[in-house]
Nanobody
Framework: QVQLVESGGGLVQAGGSLRLSCAAS????????MGWFRQSPGKEREFVSA????????YYADSVKGRFTISRENAKITVFLQMNSLKPEDAAVYYC??????????????????WGQGTQVTVSS
C-alpha cells in the first residue's frame, strides 16, 4: 500500500512557476513508477509527466515539454513537478500517482494503482 499527498498548488500569473510535491508513504516506494496527471472541469484526466523508479527515464505530454520537469528523491520518498512558463490552460487539479514499473502504460491512468487527493493549480491570464 502506498499513500500519496500532493502539495504546492496555488494561484499564479501566466508565465509564472510552481513546484508541486508528492510525498509518499508505505512500502517499496522506490520500485514504483511515479506520474502526474491533471484534470480540469468537464475534461477527462490527462497525463502530464512520469518518471521511472530509477529516475533515468522521464515522460512528458507534448503540451508541457520544455516547460515542466519531473524529478524524484527516493531517499525522501518524494516526487516533484517543476512547472515553468505556466499558461491558463495548465489550470487544473494535479494528481500524483504511483504504479508498477512493469506496467506498459506509463502515460495512461490505467498504468497507476495509487492516487493522491490532488492539488489545485490556478493560472490567471
Amino acid at each position: 500500500q502506498v499513500q500519496l499527498v500532493e502539495s504546492g498548488g496555488g494561484l499564479v500569473q501566466a508565465g509564472g512557476s510552481l513546484r508541486l510535491s508528492c510525498a509518499a508513504s508505505g512500502r517499496a516506494f522506490t520500485w514504483y513508477r511515479m506520474g502526474w496527471f491533471r484534470q480540469s472541469p468537464g475534461k477527462e484526466r490527462e497525463f502530464v509527466s512520469a518518471i521511472s523508479w530509477s529516475g533515468d527515464t522521464t515522460y512528458y505530454a507534448d503540451s508541457v515539454k520544455g516547460r515542466f520537469t519531473i524529478s524524484r528523491e527516493n531517499a525522501k520518498i518524494t516526487v516533484f513537478l517543476q512547472m515553468n512558463s505556466l499558461k491558463p490552460e495548465d489550470a487544473a487539479v494535479y494528481y500524483c500517482a504511483a504504479g508498477s514499473s512493469l506496467s506498459t502504460q506509463p502515460m495512461g491512468p490505467m498504468g497507476y494503482t495509487y492516487w493522491g487527493q490532488g492539488t489545485q493549480v490556478t493560472v490567471s491570464s
